[in-house]
């Protein structure tokens, strides 16, 4: 510690520079193994993927080969690929039949006055010397159906989904419409009730459990029908 000049310690170098690269080969193989790992890990998790992918067809006991560079690979038959084929086209059909439902669930939604589903069950009035219909109030034939107040129609749909509507009431054809008594299902729900009836003596009972809806749809007809709100008829008769 005492070589150098007066007042100034000298201290050895312990850190000498390796003069050799044989120190640093370890390292650099483990990064190249590494990559390697990871690279062939990376083609693994395709490899899976591509798999989940085909397993969503029915193509059952994939035959699996190892390739020119010793990756795995799927080898399918001709019989196996028109299969995949069919399927695919099957799938694209079914994309646009969704993809149309869709369009036609969002044209009522935008342009429809009102739509939604409620509750519904026909009756025929009787004819002129038919025997009065019996009181069916307990009958439980209510059918969920999507009804929608459009133009000048009431279009009835099975499903909201569906494409076609299952029938439709003109509403010049419609002479009367008003509440009925509400129904109190088994499990205590209340259901809210009114009825639509037509010159051809077919009468609709529709029912819901929210009563804005019933309201809503009553308030509708009333115009658009242009019938009688029920206060009027209420008073109108009140004067008699």
């Known amino acids: 510690m005492g070589d150098g000049p007066r007042g ?12 050799s690269g044989s120190d640093s080969l370890p390292s650099q193989t483990s990064s190249v193994t590494d990559l390697r790992s990871h690279s062939h890990t990376w083609a ?27 990756q795995e690979k799927v080898v399918l038959s001709a019989v196996e690929v028109e299969s995949l084929r069919s399927e695919i086209v ?15 669930v969002d044209e009522i939604l935008r342009s429809a006055r009102l739509s939604g589903y409620l509750f519904l ?16 109030t307990e009958v439980d034939d209510w059918l969920p159906r999507f ?4 133009g000048s129609c009431i279009y009835l749909y099975m ?7 299952q029938d439709s009431t003109l509403l010049s054809d419609v002479i ?12 205590e729900e209340t259901r809210y009730c009114f009825y639509i009836l037509t010159r051809h003596g077919l009468r609709y009972e529709c029912s819901s459990i929210s009563k804005i809806q019933i309201d809503s749809w009553l308030a509708a007809l009333q115009i658009d029908c242009k019938l009688a709100s029920i206060s009027e008829d209420r ?4 004067k008699k």
């Open 159 to 165: 499903k909201a989904t569906d494409l076609s509507p």
């Open 90 to 104: 099957s799938l694209e059909e079914r994309e646009s039949h969704f993809k149309a439902q869709l369009e036609h």
């Open 176 to 187: 009367e419409a008003g509440p009925l008594p509400c129904l109190t299902r088994e499990d």
């Open 44 to 70: 693994r998790r395709r490899l899976k993927s591509a798999t989940s992918m085909l397993n969503l067809f029915n193509l059952k006991g994939l035959s699996w080969r190892l390739g020119a560079n010793g």
């Open 8 to 19: 100034i310690q000298v201290f050895p170098d312990y850190f000498v520079a390796s003069t």
């Open 121 to 136: 069950r026909t009756r025929w009035a009787a004819l002129p010397g038919e025997p009065p219909t019996i009181d069916d």
């Open 235 to 238: 008073n109108y008769s009140e």
């Open 147 to 150: 009804l929608v107040l459009h």
